[in-house]
């Protein structure tokens, strides 16, 4: 694909952050809230989640909801395309009472009614998650969703690599270009971030690369139509037009195959770890944050996860366990 400062900030736009739960809201074409009855019963409400890598994610899911005393947890794992059927369920009777959301809620999903306030439900927990990350979850002072999940992204590079070429890990982006391209042999590409060469995944870290935020405090206006963030794309595109630059890999940014199967020296992941590849690859390679332009103090690494949004008659199923 050609990447133009359009394609970045419009692909871009949306990335990484946080992932949260949230509980639906009063708009979902639904019939009334369950209720327990006379006879006692209690509510079934439905929990959704996305399908996570990582072996005994869905049993812990399922064994909290078992032991939730107030209603019955009927837990869905998504194997493939969660945010697609997530969102076709969110116009229907269907729609989860409770789900998981790359990012937490969309401003458009808060102003429908899609979630509910769960203000109240953090309550003094507040304290307790990372200001920027539970920022993200707020629109006029009140909490969409509860972030669960909080993971790291980093560069990761493969040392003996690095060492035959006489060469240091990368502490800018001109240094990453650099590196990129001295590494890059017909059997083993530089540097790898994505089926579209980086460009929906690393948008956002730019602007903070930049030493720059997307809005103001106060959310009114945008703070990265500035000098620093366009260097920083101009740099960007010079890397992803350099023939160090993978574009196509046997799997995408988040899956470490491309790294353990010798397809690139650099690759840009998430928080992988030894279950996801021999541990001799990983006593052969390091991890570092993504390198902002020389000119630039960087925001060094970035979270990303998932939140969840609540309905506000049940806001109380949003106490998810949360990892981070």
Request: glycine share 8%.
């Amino acid at each position: 694909m050609a990447l133009s400062r359009r394609t970045l900030f419009t692909v871009g736009g949306g990335l990484t952050a946080t992932a949260a739960l949230t509980a639906c809201g009063s708009n979902t074409g639904r019939s009334a809230a369950p209720s327990a009855g006379a006879s006692g019963a209690r509510p079934t409400l439905a929990s959704w989640y996305h399908k996570y890598g990582e072996d005994g994610v869905e049993a812990a899911l399922k064994k909290w909801a078992s032991e939730y005393t107030s209603a019955t947890i009927d837990v869905n794992v998504v194997a493939a395309d969660y945010e697609r059927a997530l969102s076709a369920a969110l116009l229907t009777p269907t729609a989860p009472d409770v789900f998981e959301y790359a990012n937490g809620p969309t401003l458009d999903m808060i102003k429908a009614g899609q979630v509910a306030d769960v203000t109240d439900a953090v309550g003094a927990a507040r304290s307790q998650f990372t200001p920027t990350v539970l920022a993200r979850m707020t629109y006029q002072d009140k909490i969409w969703a509860i972030p669960q999940t909080v993971n790291m992204q980093l560069l990761y590079y493969r040392k003996s690599v690095l060492a035959a070429k006489g060469l240091q890990p990368p502490s800018t982006l001109e240094e990453l270009t650099h590196v990129a391209n001295s590494v890059a042999t017909p059997e083993m590409g530089g540097f790898f971030a994505g089926q579209d060469g980086g460009v929906g995944v690393l948008g956002l870290l730019l602007i903070w690369a930049a030493g720059l935020s997307e809005l103001n405090p106060a959310n009114t206006a945008a703070t990265f139509n500035d000098p620093a963030l366009y260097a920083s794309v101009a740099q960007y595109k010079t890397l992803f037009d350099s023939p160090g630059m993978v574009k196509s890999a046997s799997a995408d940014w988040s899956d470490a195959s491309p790294f353990i199967n010798g397809e690139t020296a650099l690759q840009w992941g998430g928080a992988l770890g030894p279950d996801e590849g021999s541990g001799r690859t990983w006593r052969r390679c390091r991890r570092a944050p993504l390198p902002p332009r020389r000119e630039q103090a960087a925001r060094r690494s970035s979270p990303s996860g998932r939140s969840a949004p609540a309905s506000p008659r049940k806001a109380r199923i949003s106490r998810s366990p949360r990892t981070t």
